[in-house]
Structures are given as structure tokens and as C-alpha cells.
């Protein structure tokens, strides 16, 4: 499953290269520009643009770049409310980026191989971040998701091969499949409470992750959730209601490769519980402690 999604990352990133090539450059995919930026039309009537690209190609946005909260254009004020689809994707020359307070939503794609990628600043006016958002973006060291944020899409965060530390605000009620998935440089992951759902694969091949926090409001984790994470030495689970964390057989289950070796921190009272559920008693080591 990991390998036909890596293999559909490269087609995606293949056939973007074949639409930049074939492309009439003549063709205007945007709106307007201002001050370097492209915009579409969103609603003329309530005034709202989104932030788009000149073409489908690496060529859009280099360097710094700061979204305003609001852009003028032919007489009218509009007000910038999302990140479009795959706006800033494969711009490798693209360094930082400022969201301004204000807009709502990262779409899917919208930085989707931005290699070059090493800062960025989400306000807490973002509510989603969408599918693959900043999939592939290797130069990413570390990102706060804001208060406000409600759900992290599938792949969001996919192949961040970069990302050190991830700071997730309470407001989070679910993280999408493959969320981090290959992200190898993630050191730990504290997964606020307020989280119901863990996707599947969703810290897949997080290599370098050595502890993980579940909080008591997670009811459903995904399978091959942990998967090559060769490095988790201490888990934190501190549900009480313990559940099956999937309906998969044999060994397709959410720890896969790390029961034997990483301590399965619980509430206390709750040891026999999970002793006694399947998956998580195949802990070698469950200790009460929280």
C-alpha cells in the first residue's frame, strides 16, 4: 500500500512536469497579480480571492513571500480567504512564507513539493488543512498547527523527510491518513486531547520517533499507524475505555514492528484492561503509570 502511494507520488509529480512542458504559457490561469502574487475570483459579489499560480510550473513564487490579508484590484478591495489548489506547488525556489490573518483554508496541494520550503507562518484564522498541503516539502524543519485548525488532511505532511517537531493545538478533532507519513526526522509527537481519529499509516516510517502521547479522547487509531518506527521507545496511551484498535488480522495492526520493544505507558487501573484487548496486549511491556 506505502509503495502504490509513493508510486503515485512520483506520477504526480511526473505529470505535472509534462502539463509545465506542454502548456501554452499564453494561457492565463489567474485573475489578476499583484505585487508578485496571483489571485482568482473567488465571489464577486462578497468580494473574496484566493491565492493561485501564473502556470502549472516551478516558475510562480521564489524567495520570501507574504499573503496579504487583503488585495485591491480594478476599483474593488477583496479579501484573501484561501490558499488555492496546488497555488504554490513544485516552486522549489520558495524560502518562507507568511499567511496573514484572515484566511481560512490551505488547500489541497497548495505547497506540494515546495523542497525549498524551510519556514512558515499559519495564523490561527486557518480552520483545515487540506489533502497533501505540503506533501513533499523535505526543507521543513518545524511547524505549529494554530488554535482554530479542526482537521489535518490525508498526506498533509507526507514525505517531510525534514520536520524535527510538530506543535498541534487542541482545536485538532482528527489527523488524516498518512498524515507524516515518512516524515524520518520527527524526534516525538504529542497528539492533543480533543483528537478522536488517528488515520491510517498516519506516523508510518517516522524512523526517528522515539515517544508518542495518545490522549483518552482518541477512539479509533488506523492500522500500520506506527509502522517502521524503529526508534519509539515510550508510548503514552492515556485511554481508559481501551478498544480494538483495528479489524485487521495476523499482523496488520496499528503497532506493527514496535510492541516488542516500546513501553506501553497506561492509567493506572487500567493494566489488565489492555492485557486483556487485542493488539495492545502484544506489548512485551505495560506499565501503570499515568
Known sequence: MKKDYKRGLNLRLLLATLLAFFSNNTIKAYDFEEDRIYYNITSSSNLTVEVTY??????????????????????????????GEYAFSYCSGLSSITISEGITSVSEGAFYGCSGLTSIIIPKSVTSI??????????????????????????????????????????????????FDC????????????????????????????TIIIPQSVTSIGQYVFRGCSGLTSIYSYITDVFITDDFDNDDYSFHSVYSKATLYVPKGTKNAYKMTNYWNTFKKIIEKL
Do not use: Q, W
Open 183 to 210: 516524515c524520518s526526522s520527527l524526534l516525538s509527537i504529542k497528539i492533543p486531547n480533543g483528537v478522536t481519529s488517528i488515520g491510517e499509516m498516519a506516523f508510518n516510517d517516522c524512523s526517528s520517533l522515539k
Open 130 to 179: 487540506g489533502r497533501e498541503a505540503f506533501c513533499a516539502c523535505s526543507g521543513l524543519i518545524s511547524i505549529v498547527i494554530p488554535e482554530g485548525v479542526t482537521s489535518i488532511g490525508e498526506a498533509a505532511f507526507f514525505y517531510c523527510s525534514g520536520l524535527t517537531s510538530i506543535t498541534i493545538s487542541e482545536s485538532v478533532t482528527s489527523i488524516g491518513d498518512r498524515a
Open 54 to 83: 501564473k502556470k502549472y510550473d516551478s516558475n510562480s513564487y521564489s524567495g520570501d513571500v507574504i499573503i496579504p490579508p487583503s488585495v485591491s484590484y480594478n476599483g474593488n478591495t477583496y479579501s484573501v480567504t484561501s490558499i
